[in-house]
């Protein structure tokens, strides 16, 4: 299957900063990406869809301006939460589309806001 | 928005039984896949089961899908302590250029040597 990345794979950070995660598609040029977010305990949420050369397109009760989502490359999406408090911290884990109807996910990223 | 409920939401066995979890959605589907997560990890594709399908087999993982009743099952046979993990059913909407997933809220598996 397809391989993806994340880096990091945790960061701890002060509150009001602002935190960058990479998400890469390895082994094929994905023109969609997804991010997602996993609070302890729950399930995955969709925060996003990230469409290269495009803007991103945001779920119902994200907000745009925090998640900052970069799409400049069919191998690379970005991640980027704008002054980050202590409720953003969670697992945030993105995915391309395999186009085979299949997602292969990234390891994941740990982010703690302190 | 979450629409796959799995049961049951946390299940223990010994090492070499079987594991049955369901999982039941509302919206009409493409497909439904069951990922497995490991503690703090990433998410690994388990299996995908297509809407004109009713049973897949892959290894010990044999999952069935029943449209009319909008649920699907995962059985893994002979369990090993490595299977402890979270498994989560996922569905696509058969929506034209619908290609994003939607979680349901996983049931956690303990496997005990």
């Known amino acids: 299957g397809a391989v993806v990345s994340q880096h990091p794979s945790w960061v701890i950070c002060k509150s009001g900063t602002s935190v960058k995660i990479e998400c890469r598609s390895l082994?094929?040029?994905?023109?969609?990406m997804f991010w997602y977010r996993q609070f302890p305990k729950q399930s995955l949420m969709l925060m996003a869809t990230s469409n290269e050369g495009s803007k991103a397109t945001y779920e119902q009760g994200v907000e745009k301006d925090k998640f900052l989502i970069n799409h400049a490359s069919l191998t690379l999406s970005t991640l980027t939460v704008t002054s980050a408090h202590p409720e953003d911290s969670s697992f945030y884990i993105c995915s391309d589309f395999g186009g085979n109807g299949t997602q292969y996910f990234g390891p994941g990223t740990r982010l703690t806001v302190l | 928005s979450q629409q796959g409920e799995e049961d049951p939401q946390a299940l223990s066995i010994q090492e070499g039984e079987n594991a049955t979890m369901n999982c039941s959605y509302k919206?009409?589907?493409?497909?439904l896949q069951w990922y497995r997560q490991n503690s703090g990890r990433g998410l690994v594709h388990l299996i995908l089961?297509?809407?004109?399908?009713r049973e897949k087999h892959s290894g010990r993982l044999r999952v069935t899908l029943d449209t009319s009743k909008k649920s699907s099952s995962l059985l893994i046979t002979a369990s090993r302590a490595a299977d402890t993990a979270s498994y989560f059913c996922a569905t696509r909407d058969s929506g034209a250029g619908s290609y994003q997933l939607t979680f349901g809220k996983g049931t956690k598996l303990s496997v005990i040597p």
């Open positions: 082994d094929f040029q994905a023109t969609t």
């Open positions: 089961i297509r809407s004109n399908e």
């Open positions: 919206t009409s589907i493409n497909n």
